[in-house]
């Protein structure tokens, strides 16, 4: 269930708190109701994503990053903003990435057997044998005892895919999906200060073994619909596990762990990237925090009975989705 956000926590001289108040105003506005089957937010539902953006935020820079666009869309200049060439604008951000991404189409299956490998071959979360791998070795030694339960595994991003596959251009104009993933990626550099480019996340590179988990199917779901999300702790890829509710672990089989370390069975493949983890956790607060989770699944749940694709790409996993909402709370 949605949660209203707290009292103000920040200091009354803070460049927060009047940004902070804009949401909790937002937030408060008789303008509630949003048309059904709309993608947009109400008032109410923006001013709650952007308070638990700032208070959910993996990164000081990255809540100071959202201050400064809720304060920029409300009153224009940003209080106590540097003019520092490298504190590029939301816009700035999301056209340079809009011209700078590329289609370049690349499968799964590679990158699925270095997971595999890294990961010892089960699920990360709940320890079950990949059911391919266990088949597999069947032909080998048909004897052959898996060490655990045995369950099909995918390749889960944490970066959705989706964001840089099929990208189309036209006489080096960006295409449709283009104009959709680029503010996504601008909402993930302000936000989570992760730069699409810089992080070699553009076109086929997030295909990126770090961005990536072996999940059993039933987890994987979980986490594509912020629905379960790694908690770091003080402990180096130490996670704890957290979900919206507690018997949706009960989806898992075996027993979900409560808490796991990712490690690698190999030093020259990396673990996944726990910034992009703690980004992923920090999403999923927000989303369920605000009640926007709840909005989101019944959008997508329509727009999966029908046999079209929605004009900015929704049928995307719930994460991107979030994420392109989010650009439209911002402005």
Known sequence: MP?????????????????YERCLKL???AEHASQRGSVEFSPEMCGRVLGYMMLEAPTSDGCENVRQEIVKKAKGPIPGSSSHPSRKSFDDAQETIKFLMQEAPKSNSALKKLAL?????????????????????????PEFDPPSLVQFTQTAHIFPNSLTQDLEWLDGEPGKKVEYAAPVWAVVERFGKVNVLTESLNS??????????????????????????FEATDVPNTYNMRSTHAKNLQLILPPIS?????????????????????????CAKVAHLSGVAEYLETILNEWEEKPVLASDGGSADMLSFLLARTVVAVH
């Open 3 to 19: 949660q209203r956000l707290p009292r103000n926590p920040y200091p009354l001289d803070s460049p927060s708190f009047p940004a």
């Open 258 to 282: 409560r808490q796991v370390t990712l490690a690698s069975t190999d030093p020259e493949i990396p673990v996944p990237n726990s910034h992009y983890l703690r980004i992923h956790a920090a």
């Open 204 to 229: 086929s590179d997030i295909h990126r073994v770090e961005n990536v988990l072996t999940l059993c199917l039933s987890a994987h779901e979980l986490f594509d619909r912020l629905q379960l999300w």
């Open 27 to 29: 937030e408060n506005s």
């Open 117 to 141: 490998i890294r990961d010892n071959y089960p699920c990360v979360v709940s320890g079950a044998y990949d059911g391919a791998t266990f088949q597999k070795m069947l032909d080998i030694d």
